[in-house]
């Protein structure tokens, strides 16, 4: 029997950081997959910084859990929590919503590629979808692979910090100073995954983006426990805002531009250290952060987390079903994304944590779960029959070569009836290199007999590291086999610009379009 831990004050203020880094991500970084950024972002300049740089607030997600996981945790497992039972809690919190999500998806997914001739930004297979069901699917078995609803890459790294976490605990319950090493330990050796960019089961970045986090969290509760003084929290309080100021300030300034990308990321886990410490020291921050509205956020950000490209499918969607060519640097197509995002969140946060617990809850959610298979499996056995067949698709993945565009970096695909609104989209590397004005990508479009269909070019401002570029094609392309070369012109400086291959060696490059 589990002797009862002492029950713990909850940390709104933590609830409601957590709520603002789940917006900075779901509503502006990864609205960057509706459209490309140099076609204009809404509110742009006013948050542009968070467009740019948004992705590094996961950190600040993998942080929180840490901190939280430790502060709820810890006491329970030295008091004789097991393993299965403790795995089994988190799962349980966890799994109802990913799976809820997951097949969501997979028929929004389907539905896409009906209508459009490839998947919306993520690849879809049966291998990823059982590892998704199972919350495996990036880092355990490859490099990091993200399917089907990509962000949910996170849950799968979370499940393995959660288990890493309780083999930690358990193997130092009787000695603390065994905890501190193995934790700081664990950062140390994902801070070296990053700096060495390990792409292999396990040890991955994203595994090591997770593990350093969590386990930052993990220590920073412990020295939040053992500063008893307020006076001393409040001095690092201070001291945390001052390391903000500055640390913003060499983000603004490009500083970090220099660094690797695992030195980026480790830029960003101690931003989100200062983050933390000022959400529960500093009386104002406190204050702000634990305010019904963002308390609120933070109850349901692991939906909007979860909801958002499922949302972000359906929107895209019903744009190419009934062709309205939405403009989505608009700010009201924006304000709708968000607004749908925010209300199926909701609902699904009052919907699947009350509905698991019961009988009838889990009956309602599993008959909701297998009729969306169901309805998954018509749509992606019929596809071939709605949709214009490409033959061609992103086959990247971390173990892919880079490709310096020149005269013979070519992919080749074929058209089996005519196209319209076409679309390439392909991964650009720029090592985070700011290129001069006047540099473009440059692509020919070239049929059978050699002759050139089509011609454009991408802004190599636009381009931003291990982000997809994408081209609208004007032209309508008639039914035939293609070939697509590009070249980088006007780039006279020392920084260089490459694309990733597919696992053949080609470009990787995506066709996608509407029946002509």
């Not at 502060?71 to 809820?100: A, D, F, N, S």
């Not at 305010?291 to 909007?304: C, F, N, Q, R």
């Not at 949302?311 to 304000?335: A, E, H, M, R, T």
């Amino acid at each position: 029997m589990v002797e009862e831990a002492k029950k713990k004050e909850r940390l709104y203020s933590l609830d409601g950081l957590r709520g603002i880094a789940c917006c900075i991500i779901a509503f502006l970084w990864h609205y960057l997959n509706m459209q490309p950024y140099d076609q204009g972002m809404p509110l742009q300049s006013v948050l542009d910084f968070f467009y740019k740089y948004g992705q590094y607030f996961v950190e600040l997600f993998f942080v929180l859990s840490g901190f939280v996981m430790a502060y709820t945790y810890r006491e329970k497992i030295e008091k004789g929590l097991g393993l299965v039972e403790y795995m089994l809690k988190r799962y349980k919190h966890i799994w109802p919503l990913m799976m809820v999500t997951l097949v969501a998806t997979t028929f929004l997914q389907f539905s896409y590629y009906a209508m459009r001739g490839g998947y919306y930004v993520y690849n879809c297979d049966i291998f990823h979808f059982v590892l998704n069901i199972l919350c495996l699917q990036s880092g355990w078995f490859d490099s990091g692979d993200q399917t089907f609803n990509g962000p949910a890459w996170c849950i799968s790294v979370e499940i393995f910090c959660y288990l890493i976490f309780y083999l930690v605990v358990y193997a130092s319950k009787v000695n603390k100073n065994k905890y501190y090493a193995l934790s700081l330990a664990l950062i140390l050796f994902s801070y070296y995954i990053l700096n060495r960019e390990f792409y292999y089961p396990v040890v991955n970045a994203f595994m090591a983006r997770g593990i350093g986090s969590f386990f930052i969290g993990v220590l920073l509760k412990e020295l939040y426990e053992k500063l008893d003084e307020n006076y001393y929290k409040k001095i690092y309080g201070v001291a945390a805002v001052c390391a903000v100021i500055v640390l913003f300030a060499a983000l603004l300034n490009q500083v970090h531009m220099s660094m690797g990308a695992g030195m980026q990321t480790i830029f960003m886990m101690f931003l989100s250290i200062a983050f933390v410490w000022i959400a529960l020291t500093l009386k104002p921050f406190k204050i702000f952060l634990s305010t019904k509205p963002l308390i609120w956020l933070g109850k349901i950000s692991m939906d909007v987390y979860l909801w958002h490209i499922p949302v972000q499918l359906i929107i895209k969607n019903i744009d190419s079903c009934f062709g309205l060519n939405l403009n989505y640097g608009s700010k009201l197509v924006w304000i709708i994304y968000i607004a749908l995002v925010l209300a199926i969140a909701t609902v699904s946060n009052k919907a699947l944590s009350k509905g698991i617990e019961d009988r009838k809850g889990l009956a309602f959610t599993s008959v909701a779960f297998s009729l969306l298979v169901i309805l998954s499996i018509i749509i992606r056995v019929i596809g071939p029959i709605l949709i214009r067949p490409i033959d061609n698709n992103l086959s990247w993945n971390e173990h892919s070569q880079i490709v310096y565009p020149d005269n013979s970096s070519t992919e080749f695909f074929t058209v089996n009836e005519d196209l319209s609104d076409v679309e390439l989209s392909f991964y650009t590397v720029t090592w985070n290199n700011q290129y001069p004005e006047g540099s473009v990508l440059i692509y020919s479009l070239i049929d059978e007999q050699n002759n050139i269909v089509t011609q454009g070019n991408y802004d190599l401002r636009a381009a931003q590291d291990g982000r997809i570029g994408k081209i609208n094609v004007d032209d309508i392309l008639t039914k035939g086999t293609y070939r697509i070369i590009f070249n980088v012109q006007g780039n006279d400086s020392d920084d260089q610009f490459a694309l990733l291959s597919n696992n053949d060696g080609t470009v990787a490059v995506k066709l996608s379009g509407k029946r002509g």
